[in-house]
């Protein structure tokens, strides 16, 4: 038995004991407490950092507080949010699936699951994940207009028009429920059932947009009349409307009024509000579509559509780059070379502009003003094609000094640039023989062939070249037959080779040569319209060679 004593002592110390068991648990609830505040506090800190767009420093105290708290869904949402933005889609992936485990009752885990699955491949499975979506949350309808995306992506229409009758239920007939659905069944060859669904909408409703898409429709269809009535109602509800301006505009041009087309689409024109890329795109249209004919009787009329939108914008370049492309089409270079040369000259940073106006000084052989264009151009973008362009007028313009420093700067610059230097050689040789040093002429032939033994342009000068010196014939066929091996159809390689076999004494082989010549662009050039008379000459066919003879004297003139 205890004695008092010990009973005593033993109640002592039952109470220390008590006393602390209390405050072990009172400890211990406490860091509990403090341990869910600090998870929150850091949780709150993550996200913060995933806002301000510091992702990696965020993802590394998520991925902490997943495992110091596994059970908080938030983490695993905020986590997964990370990896997504670092690509970490197997990550991303993980993390969701733990979050919606923790809590499937949540609309934005669900989604962005689905979301994942769709852009890691799992079609199927993202598909089923918004189809729950759209079925557990039937007053949200974001995920049926995602959903409606996908089914439209995949072309699986009849879902498609089941999600926009849900769309349509949730949030009322709209705009773009009525013009999806119109275009749904478009794509579906359902057309009679398109146009009513536009029609039913325009009857009880009406809007600019839907009037117009049905003009659209019935002008495509070639019921100018309806058109012309729903393009009408259209402006009477916005006078402004483009779309309706402009197709009631080709009602009119269908129908040849063209004092109206041309009254109905001004406003077009000299809107601030239309895009000036659309304005541009309308003027390229006139320029690729319309009958030349109908461009020239009607000219005022459509060059006072250009005018106007460029006086509009008489800053933008496209405009005016669009204006330089118009009066080029209609015949008119040296009024298209104004507006190209106005919009190089606005916008000389612009690389696009530098180079359609070098482009169209190359065209109209402007070869002055071309080289000077062209070696600031090259200057001001360091573009190589800019030098090309460059050398290209030095040579017409007998500067073959020019032509021969440009390629020996372009060689000594780009030594490794094969295809370059190939070019650069070429055009050398090519400018020693024209200044009449054929032997540096044919060293820079052989650099080329260096670089490309079958380069058919140097091969052709080379053997050309030398065919007109009377020396190494045989070389000058050998290289001779592989250009017109190579481009069976050139002219000026049939003619190289023809005149070499004619200087062999083959004029018999030669002549069908020559004939073939003929077929692909030979009458064109005296030189070898003149050639092809001196073998029809050798082989006695005399009042033929007289017939091509007076042929070429009528191409050089």
Not at 466 to 495: C, F, H, Q, V, W
Not at 512 to 539: C, D, Q, R, W
Request: aromatic fraction near 12%.
């Amino acid at each position: 038995m205890y004695s008092e004593i010990q009973i005593w002592k033993n109640s002592r110390i039952f109470a220390t004991v008590k006393r602390l068991l209390l405050s072990l648990f009172l400890a211990f609830a406490f860091a509990i407490s403090a341990s869910a505040q600090s998870v929150e506090a850091n949780l709150v800190d993550a996200v913060q950092l995933y806002s301000d767009g510091q992702t990696a420093r965020a993802q590394a105290i998520l991925k902490t507080l997943s495992v110091a708290a596994p059970e908080n869904d938030g983490v695993w949402y905020y986590l997964a949010l990370t990896q997504t933005v670092s690509q970490d889609l197997d990550g991303a992936e993980e993390s969701l699936r733990k979050a919606v485990s923790l809590d499937g009752g949540n609309y934005w885990y669900r989604r962005m699951l689905a979301r994942l699955c769709l852009m890691h491949g799992k079609t199927e499975e993202g598909i089923a994940l918004y189809e729950a979506l759209a079925k557990d949350f039937p007053d949200n309808a974001n995920s049926v207009y995602e959903l409606l995306d996908i089914y439209l992506n995949r072309k699986e229409f009849e879902k498609a028009l089941s999600a926009l009758d849900d769309i349509e239920k949730q949030r009322g007939l709209s705009e773009e429920v009525v013009r999806t659905r119109y275009e749904v069944l478009s794509a579906m060859g359902r057309q009679e059932e398109a146009v009513e669904e536009l029609e039913k909408f325009n009857r009880e409703y009406s809007s600019p947009a839907l009037l117009s898409v049905t003009g659209d429709y019935y002008l495509n269809e070639y019921r100018d009349s309806l058109a012309q009535v729903r393009y009408e109602e259209a402006l009477s509800l916005d006078s402004s409307y483009v779309p309706a301006l402009l197709g009631l505009g080709e009602v009119h041009r269908h129908q040849r009024r063209y004092s109206d087309y041309f009254k109905t689409v001004k406003p077009f024109f000299s809107s601030l509000d239309v895009p000036v890329s659309s304005k541009s795109m309308y003027i390229g249209s006139i320029t690729r579509t319309i009958d030349p004919k109908i461009l020239q009787l009607h000219r005022a009329g459509f060059d006072s559509l250009v005018v106007l939108a460029a006086s509009t914008h008489p800053a933008d370049t496209t405009i005016l780059t669009s204006a330089g492309t118009y009066y080029y089409a209609t015949g008119r270079t040296e009024e298209a070379g104004k507006w190209l040369k106005a919009s190089a000259d606005i916008a000389p940073e612009s690389l696009g502009q530098t180079a359609a106006y070098v482009q169209y000084l190359s065209l109209q052989k402007k070869w002055e003003e071309l080289r000077q264009r062209a070696m600031v151009g090259y200057e001001r973008f360091h573009e190589l094609a800019f030098l090309d362009y460059a050398n290209m007028a030095s040579y017409e313009l007998k500067d073959y000094d020019a032509v021969i420093a440009n390629s020996q700067y372009l060689i000594s610059r780009f030594p490794k640039d094969k295809d370059l230097c190939l070019g650069a050689w070429a055009m050398m040789g090519d400018a020693m023989h024209s200044k009449g040093d054929a032997k540096g002429a044919f060293k820079a032939y052989d650099k080329a062939l260096k670089i490309n033994p079958a380069y058919a342009p140097v091969l052709n000068n080379y053997a050309y070249y030398l065919s007109l010196e009377g020396k190494k014939l045989k070389k000058a066929y050998n290289m001779s037959r592989k250009t017109i091996e190579a481009e069976p159809d050139n002219a000026t390689y049939l003619d190289t080779f023809a005149w070499i076999l004619h200087l062999l004494g083959r004029d018999l082989e030669a002549k069908p040569f020559f004939k073939h010549a003929m077929l692909y662009g030979g009458k064109e050039s005296a030189v070898i319209l003149e050639h092809y008379a001196t073998v029809l000459e050798a082989l006695g066919e005399t009042d033929s060679a007289q017939l091509y003879r007076n042929m070429a004297k009528r191409v050089s003139q």
